[in-house]
């Protein structure tokens, strides 16, 4: 006898159904009777959100999300409020939650100046009844009092049995002694940590908040990815800071505060040097750090872990030796490198020492030392990153925004042509993807510091990216594309999905004869 099986008992199918379907869409299954009722009801309201109220004028709730928060917060898994207390109601609306089965919870809390603090309060509070919650994440443009930040930290404690992720952030700085005991009382659960606020205001008095104080866990066992976008206090804080990386074993993803000193800095490079401590290390972010010596010691200290590197720093004022350091000893493991600014024959160093780079981005600085006569350009080494994908560069003369001299000197004509033979290298770069190009340069050179995407002056060096799909030029000064440089890039390009800059600078009324032609060949492309 055939058994009938009806979609409804096939464990978790109307959940992946539901995901595809729009929120009218949902509406109308719950309408067909009450089987599918039963089952799409819960998906309608699976999440609730109150967008962000962009003016300072307090508006009414809709009555239909006032209805779903009061009659349907029990069926929500999701709860995302991006909103102060500009909103008649909400938060006495907070205040009475029936919100209960929660594995996500998002909100943004601002009073547009203002000092209440009530939505915080009650946003912890829906939070401490969720010992189930997934994802928290809580960002505050309200000055809170030391009682509140302890009392966000004593809910934390409540939710520790399930929380992977977590993101905490504040526009103004936290009392003294709050982020060690913060750290203390992360849930072992916990993958990943995301934590920001302004740096401290030297007038400013921080308030002190009270801790019992309470001992570091053996270790942190699954926390995988940590960014600390802030400052740490000299001192003890930093210490304790440094006590806590060294119970991550298993970070692969870490995003560094900015230290108080060169000194501190150098105590963080020394935790890095214990083979024990973030063994799995790929992917560093350091920030802003000053440079100085501790760089030599922060390049061997990962050498061999680290995939993909990051920092904020003037990287222009590192010595040579470090920058060979670099190459030789990350040359076959780096896949990702972001650095400000670096002279450009450290540029060249980079691109010609590390064959396996897929992303790079700099502001590329022209030495103006560098003596390079021209018949030697093109004895120069090639790059040998042929399989980067993601490229972005910005140049920058190296003398500031104004210029006295109006006329090149040979050794500025030198530096120039460095980096025309620079632009001739992209287009061996068969790999690329992206491609995103702007510059910094003074008002003699500005034009020649660029690549000209006209045909004329190198558009067809860039013919064998075929695979290129996004190219944003919005920091380009000019652009000398016309008629003819459209069809060359409808009839190159094919797989471009979208052009950054292109459409910015155009005054209002029928757009150009280029533009419609570049839309009619690639249908599919967007201009931004």
Known sequence: MSHHVSIFDIPHITEAIGSYLERRDLL???LVNRAFYHTFNPLLWNELAFEQSLDKTEKE????????????ASLAKILCIETGCRYKGLPELLSISSCKRLKVMKSIVSSHGGEDMSPVLYLLMITANNKHLDSWSLGSWVRLTPDVFWLMTMTLTTINTSLSDLELGFSFNPPKGWFPQLLKRLPLTLKSLYMFWTPPTPRVERQVCQFSDQPWPEAYPCLENMTLSLSVDEGAEERLFFQFLERCSGLVKLGCPRFSSNEAFGDFVTVLETPRVMPALKELDIGWQPVGGQWDRLVLAVQGRVHRFTT??????LLPDTMSLLTTHWSRTLESLRLPRLLSENVELILTKCPNLKKFDCMWTVNRATEVESNDMEGLTDWTCMGLEELRIAFADGRGESVEEPVLSMQEKRAVRRIQRAFRQIGRLTELKSLTLGWRASDTFKHRANLDLSK??????????????????????????GVEEVQWIVTHWRQLKKIRGLTHRLEKGPEPDYIVRLRHGLPDLVLA
Request: glycine share 4%; aromatic share 2%; hydrophobic share 35%.
């Open 456 to 481: 004329k002056n190198g558009l067809e060096l860039l013919a064998n990216l075929k695979g290129l799909n996004k190219l944003d030029i919005s920091q380009l000064r000019h652009l000398n594309i």
């Open 28 to 30: 109308s299954c719950t």
């Open 61 to 72: 709730l809709d009555p239909i999300q006032k209805d779903a928060f009061l009659n349907k």
């Open 312 to 317: 904020d720093s003037d990287t222009t004022l």
